[in-house]
């Protein structure tokens, strides 16, 4: 409450105060610290909690509390509930699209352990050689090491996806968002014999974005236009991600599918909760992406007439380069 | 045992799969040969090497089934080794009723793959003999007179001597020479070993 005394704000309630009197006093000696929840009473009789944090301080011999207030207001209490329920929504979310792709991913990290086996069979055979080629054996070992380090990426991918945990924005690369997307689909895209075309624009501005919830909303559109390239020939297949800057301090990205299109009918409500045109869908995933998209200061569209297949883009705010934060490693 | 040119062709769009593959064979002095594609695979393929293609069932581009169904258009007859993930078994089924020679799951254990190869291997050294017979054979087959063909049909038949006398109405004296002069230029005798070649090479 910035520029406001306590006694601007309104008053303790009587029970309250030998309660208020107590934890003065003790933070004044020094044996308690933290915040304090104190519930006042405005002049207008409305009843407001603050969060107070206090400690004391020292002014010439004299040990005062110096206490700062901050107002947590029933908007602020349901914002927070319903940033929980949106956070816990994305988590579940991501929750089916992991299980949806298990296959993939299992085929996928089944890559590096094959590799690995063959590697540590072929060390394990060649060491009972008479003639074993030490400087062979090396290499090989080194492949085992670098083939187990490739399937703890694909399970630490996947754990990161799969971890509910608050969102961190952070100055982001977005070509970098789309290629660890990729990652997620590369079993996919090569079982249904999808040409992937990447034209990811040089030098792009970063983005401040959580990483996480980026993927997951590029994972929803990639998916989508997988799904709506199952009826195309396989040697017409091809999904195209853009990547470049937009004036202004805009980055832009496109998503564009060779599939059968979206009908101008539908086009408007595809955004919309539980609409769906897929017998098994749920309907929730481009809302979802949607939401995402809007969390971080961008919008979600169709490129209109864009034929043939259908093309979703997205914008997102460059991140000022003062907002630079250091990543945690 | 496979004849030491025989080559390994390990066909698979992963560089550390394909090369794991091969450092294995090499321990049991196999040559090997590595493609990312089935297309690269197909352009360099020279039929006169013997071997066995190690195909991953799913491949970007032309997939691993698709690869096969262009090897038998192209009358190549290697025995192909499919190598597949979990639950791709419908695939390697297909595979195999298109006539693969058989199938591993991933992961694969060394000594079990290794077995398979030498298997197919000695498998591709017995087709392509039987080929060079057949071929053999064939070439003799032109020999004979157009009276001789009609001679060996009625063999063919499992008709005696007096009865192809009687079906082509000559002597059968002329039809003993007949007969003897088919077994002299086709280079087998007598005539149960003859229809047992015969039936070998498909040509009954």
């Given at each position: 409450m910035v520029g406001r005394s306590f006694l601007d704000l309104g008053l303790l309630s009587q029970e309250q105060i030998p309660i208020v009197a107590a934890r003065l006093e003790a933070k004044?000696?020094?044996?308690?610290?933290?915040?304090?929840?104190?519930?006042?009473?405005?002049?207008?009789?409305?009843?407001?909690?603050?969060?107070?944090?206090?400690f004391p301080i020292r002014i010439e011999n004299r040990t005062l509390v110096l206490g700062v207030a901050r107002a947590?207001?029933?908007?602020?209490?349901?914002?927070?509930?319903?940033?929980?329920?949106?956070?816990?929504?994305?988590?579940?979310?991501?929750?089916?699209?992991?299980?949806?792709?298990?296959?993939?991913?299992?085929?996928?990290?089944?890559?590096?352990?094959?590799?690995?086996?063959?590697?540590?069979?072929?060390?394990?055979?060649?060491?009972?050689?008479?003639?074993?080629?030490?400087?062979?054996?090396?290499?090989?070992?080194?492949?085992?090491?670098?083939?187990?380090?490739?399937?703890?990426?694909?399970?630490?991918?996947?754990?990161?996806?799969?971890?509910?945990?608050?969102?961190?924005?952070?100055?982001?690369?977005?070509?970098?968002?789309?290629?660890?997307?990729?990652?997620?689909?590369?079993?996919?895209?090569?079982?249904?014999?999808?040409q992937v075309v990447l034209d990811l624009g040089e030098s792009l501005p970063r983005v401040l974005a959580d990483a996480i919830q980026l993927e997951q909303a590029l994972l929803n559109l990639v998916r989508n236009a997988i799904e709506a390239m199952e009826t195309t020939e396989p040697s017409e297949r091809r999904?195209?991600?853009?990547?470049?800057?937009?004036?202004?301090?805009?980055?832009?990205?496109?998503?564009s599918d060779t599939?059968?299109?979206?009908?101008?009918?539908?086009?408007?409500?595809?955004?919309?909760?539980?609409?769906?045109?897929?017998?098994?869908?749920?309907?929730?995933?481009?809302?979802?992406?949607?939401?995402?998209?809007?969390?971080?200061?961008?919008?979600?569209?169709?490129?209109?007439?864009?034929?043939?297949?259908?093309?979703?883009?997205?914008?997102?705010?460059?991140?000022?380069?003062?907002?630079?934060?250091?990543?945690?490693? | 045992m496979p004849e030491p040119e025989s080559t390994v062709f390990i066909v698979d769009d992963d560089q550390p799969v394909r090369e794991g593959l091969a450092e294995l064979m090499r321990t049991i002095q196999l040559n090997t040969e590595v493609f990312a594609t089935a297309a690269e695979f197909l352009e360099s393929f020279d039929r006169s090497r013997p071997g066995c293609p190690l195909l991953d069932v799913r491949l970007p581009g032309m997939s691993g089934l698709r690869l096969q169904d262009e090897m038998t258009a192209r009358d190549i007859t290697l025995p192909v080794i499919f190598i597949t993930g979990h639950g791709d078994l419908p695939m390697a089924v297909e595979a195999i009723k298109k006539g693969a020679y058989d199938f591993l799951e991933k992961p694969i254990g060394d000594q079990a793959l290794l077995d398979l190869i030498n298997a197919a291997l000695a498998e591709d050294?017995?087709?392509?003999?039987?080929?060079?017979?057949?071929?053999?054979?064939?070439?003799?087959?032109?020999?004979?007179?157009?009276?001789?063909?009609?001679?060996?049909?009625?063999?063919?038949?499992?008709?005696?001597?007096?009865?192809?006398?009687?079906?082509?109405?000559?002597?059968?004296?002329?039809?003993?020479?007949?007969?003897?002069?088919?077994?002299?230029?086709?280079?087998?005798?007598?005539?149960?070993?003859?229809?047992?070649?015969?039936?070998r090479f498909n040509m009954m």
């Open positions: 004044t000696e020094g044996k308690a610290a933290g915040s304090d929840e104190y519930t006042i009473k405005t002049r207008n009789g409305t009843c407001l909690t603050l969060e107070v944090k206090s947590i207001t029933d908007r602020k209490l349901a914002e927070k509930q319903a940033e929980e329920h949106r956070e816990h929504l994305f988590h579940v979310s991501r929750l089916s699209t992991l299980g949806e792709m298990a296959s993939g991913l299992a085929h996928e990290l089944n890559q590096p352990l094959s590799a690995l086996l063959s590697y540590a069979n072929a060390s394990q055979r060649s060491l009972g050689h008479a003639d074993r080629d030490v400087e062979r054996l090396r290499a090989n070992l080194d492949q085992v090491v670098s083939q187990a380090r490739r399937a703890g990426e694909i399970v630490k991918r996947v754990r990161a996806f799969a971890q509910r945990r608050p969102p961190v924005l952070h100055p982001t690369n977005i070509n970098e968002i789309v290629r660890e997307t990729l990652a997620f689909l590369h079993f996919e895209m090569v079982h249904k014999e999808i999904l195209t991600i853009r990547t470049a800057a937009a004036a202004p301090g805009m980055v832009k990205v496109t998503v599939g059968a299109g979206l009908p101008p009918e539908i086009q408007g409500r595809v955004f919309d909760s539980f609409f769906t045109t897929k017998p098994d869908g749920l309907g929730i995933g481009l809302s979802i992406t949607r939401t995402l998209i809007e969390l971080h200061r961008g919008q979600l569209w169709i490129e209109p007439g864009k034929g043939p297949g259908c093309t979703f883009a997205f914008t997102l705010p460059a991140a000022l380069e003062d907002s630079t934060v250091p990543r945690g490693d | 050294q017995r087709r392509r003999k039987t080929w060079v017979e057949v071929n053999a054979f064939q070439e003799r087959l032109t020999l004979l007179t157009s009276r001789e063909r009609e001679v060996l049909d009625l063999l063919k038949a499992g008709k005696s001597t007096t009865a192809i006398a009687e079906t082509l109405e000559i002597s059968q004296k002329t039809a003993q020479v007949h007969r003897t002069r088919i077994l002299e230029k086709l280079q087998v005798e007598p005539v149960p070993a003859l229809l047992t070649a015969l039936h």
